[in-house]
């Protein structure tokens, strides 16, 4: 009897706690996500939705910590909230999250706590993200409703989706066995099978509550749309973040009625960005006055893309049919050398997708060609480059932090003379020698304690931290874009905090660069990194901290982007840099004596230029001593050439590439077959860091390289001449 009391007394005293936790809980909390379908590598906004039942205010703050099942992603903890009774909507943006399931699901576990107490909601909250092998597309549209849209307006923006300028699928590509030297079989398993591009493009409605209050919040697509409604209701600051997310490399499609307000008109010819006047003018009516012929407006704003559109003109069909292929062709940054196909099938040609896999096999495994690649001919996934190695070389410390030699000398000098005449003639003194085999056992392990400490004291506040900073310009020479890649490396396990004001934090897991060959297959197998899920702090985008705990002798890469960048702090001129001076070697010659002036003799100067083969021309100015010197030192590390060796095949010195090369020109299988850039995401990638077309002879790309102690520079200017 005894036995079932205290049995009831132990289960009474677990379940008590529990169901009191249960009945306290003073909110029931769920979440709400803009879309089901999120573009594959760009930052995740959802809400939570709580409903507060309490007489007075419940203060505290939640934490949030993300994972798959197995791998974690990180923890989230908001600021400081104060709610009453009623209903609340608590926004939240996460980094970029890629999972590897076909549900694109990424569960969430959420706590909030008070002064007082925790409380673990059971609930796990399904958080739609990006799949690792898929990528996806999104198209958001500005407009106050969700539905309604004309018939007309709906099918224009179908056509602005990547499918309706791809190929249909699924496509069987021919190979001619005389291209590539292979086994029939071989050939025969590439040309009868049926191969998708693996992208897919979702269309997300941004109701008026939700128009973006900052650049990164544009982020989550790659193009934007305005509809009229929706540039009606836009405000100034609506307005400023989405044109300040164009500038930094976005694409924007603006359809607009005749009558439209002053901040309206203003956002229009900021666009435009011509120095010489104002484009969009108001007539006595109100109304815009512009030429009856022109229906549509392709501008380069900044380093993006925008496009003005009369909705007039979409609703009357009054767009020529090489507007209405333009207009995709502009907006998702086609290659120009796809431009003569696109004109004429309305869709890029997937045969340079097949050159490209029969020029890397030619030149890699030659007649051992692998049948699982071969399936990735057209995939469109993410690739990472093999030179994103180099960042590391580049960053990593040459030394630590150490014991000084004096100190451990010190030390040495201080136990041998203890543990020698100092014990002899101390314990000869008071006759105490038989006590000698307690002394220098007690002597020896203080010292060795003391030197742990000693030791300890130093390697705790020993870690590196160095960024390469890049800054984008446009062609007048202002800033439209930062990027800071950190390094950190530390001497013991400790955690490192880094705060953020105004940008995306993204830990990058190095382990995966440097692989080309089969990544969407053997990816899989690649460790996490080595390095923890990192700890957020505060309100992302606007001010937060990022806390990690670093392993000992582990470098970790982290990654920030931020819309608005700082001034430029250099004497040099960028908008003194003339198109005609780069086509000739003693202009180029003169901008590198420019180059030395304002930036010292350590500076490089590397100019790139599309050409209509295919293969950008570059023009490279090394600092000091011979080129060759300077190519292969490790100071130069970002524009040392990388080329992967292939057994039984000789080095192409002429293709080999460096990660400065594949920074600004990224020529590689997949996507980037095709288009020459990406909007801006933040992601865990150099993916949105490309510009330049190499196969447009139009584009010129000033890059200058600034090696520092504590911090790398690199600026580069984008130059699009006219004709």
């Not at 929706?230 to 500038?247: M, N, P, T, Y």
């Not at 995306?504 to 995966?512: G, I, K, T």
Request: aromatic fraction near 12%; proline fraction near 6%.
């Amino acid at each position: 009897m005894f036995r079932n009391v205290f049995y009831s007394v132990c289960l009474s005293l677990i379940l008590i706690p529990g169901m009191a936790s249960a009945q306290k809980l003073p909110m029931t909390v769920d979440i709400h996500q803009q879309t089901q379908f999120p573009k594959g590598d760009g930052p995740i906004a959802f809400v939570w939705q709580c409903s507060v039942s309490t007489t007075g205010l419940l203060e505290g703050y939640f934490l949030v910590t993300a994972h798959d099942g197995m791998e974690p992603f990180g923890q989230f903890r908001s600021n400081d909230v104060a709610l009453h009774s009623g209903f609340h909507e608590i926004p939240m943006l996460l980094p970029p999250i890629k999972v590897d399931n076909n549900y694109s699901e990424a569960k969430l576990k959420l706590s909030f706590i008070t002064s007082e107490r925790r409380y673990d909601i059971k609930k796990e909250y399904t958080l739609r993200v990006g799949r690792t092998f898929q990528r996806t597309f999104a198209l958001g549209i500005c407009d106050p409703f969700d539905s309604n849209l004309s018939q007309v307006t709906k099918d224009f923006l179908d056509t602005l989706k990547f499918e309706s300028i791809s190929p249909n699928t699924p496509i069987r590509v021919q190979i001619d066995p005389k291209t590539l030297q292979v086994h029939s079989s071989i050939i025969s398993l590439i040309n009868n099978q049926s191969m998708s591009l693996n992208a897919n493009t979702v269309s997300i409605h941004i109701l008026s509550d939700e128009f973006p209050q900052l650049p990164i919040d544009c982020h989550q697509y790659d193009i934007m749309i305005i509809t009229p409604r929706g540039f009606d209701l836009l405000e100034s600051r609506h307005l400023k973040a989405i044109h300040q997310w164009v500038r930094s490399g976005g694409s924007l499609c603006l359809i607009t009625g005749t009558m439209v307000g002053p901040s309206q008109l203003k956002f229009m010819n900021e666009l435009s960005e011509d120095e010489a006047g104002s484009p969009f003018l108001l007539n006595s009516e109100g109304k815009l006055d512009i030429d009856p012929a022109s229906q549509v407006w392709f501008q380069r704003t900044g380093w993006g893309r925008s496009v003005i559109v009369l909705s007039e003109s979409i609703e009357k069909d009054l767009l020529s049919k090489q507007e209405k292929i333009q207009i995709p062709f502009f907006l998702w940054k086609i290659r120009e050398s796809q431009r003569n196909y696109f004109e004429k099938e309305n869709k890029w040609d997937y045969q340079a997708l097949v050159n490209d896999f029969i020029k890397t096999q030619q030149s890699s495994n030659y007649r051992h060609v692998d049948p699982y690649s071969a399936r990735q001919i057209l995939n469109l996934n993410y690739r990472p480059i093999n030179t994103g190695g180099a960042v590391v070389t580049d960053l990593m410390p040459s030394e630590m932090r150490i014991v000084p030699t004096w100190i451990i000398a010190s030390i040495l000098f201080s136990y041998v003379l203890l543990v020698g005449p100092g014990e002899y003639f101390i314990l000869g003194k008071f006759k105490l020698r038989r006590f000698t085999w307690i002394t220098f056992p007690f002597i020896s392990i203080c010292f060795a304690v003391f030197v742990f400490m000693i030791s300890n004291y130093f390697m705790q506040t020993s870690y590196e931290r160095k960024n390469l900073t890049i800054l984008d310009l446009d062609a007048q020479g202002k800033p439209v874009k930062e990027n800071n890649i950190e390094l950190l490396f530390t001497g013991s396990y400790q955690t490192i905090e880094t705060k953020v004001k105004s940008g995306l934090f993204s830990a990058l897991n190095q382990s995966e660069f440097g692989m080309t060959q089969n990544y969407n297959v053997y990816n899989r197998n690649i460790p996490p990194a080595l390095v923890g899920p990192p700890f957020y702090s505060g309100s992302i985008p606007t001010q937060y901290s990022v806390l990690q705990k670093m392993p000992q002798w582990t470098p970790q890469l982290n990654r920030i982007i931020s819309n608005y960048p700082t001034e430029l702090q250099t004497g040099f001129d960028w908008s003194s840099i003339q198109v005609t001076e780069l086509n000739s070697e003693q202009g180029r010659q003169k901008i590198r004596n420019q180059v030395y002036q304002a930036f010292g003799d350590k500076a490089l100067l590397l100019i790139y230029q599309g050409a209509s083969g295919g293969k950008a021309k570059d023009y490279r100015y090394l600092s000091t001593g011979s080129n060759t010197q300077a190519r292969y030192s490790r100071a130069n590390a970002l524009v040392n050439p990388v080329m992967p060796h292939y057994p039984g095949r000789p080095v192409d010195r002429q293709n080999q590439r460096s990660f400065m090369d594949d920074l600004c020109v990224r020529n590689q299988s997949g996507l980037f077959q095709i288009v020459t850039q990406t909007s801006p995401s933040g992601g865990k990638s150099y993916e949105d860091l490309s510009i330049l077309d190499p196969t447009d002879p139009r584009q010129w790309l000033v890059v200058i390289y600034v090696p520092g102690d504590t911090k790398d520079t690199i600026y580069r200017q984008l130059i699009v001449t006219k004709s």
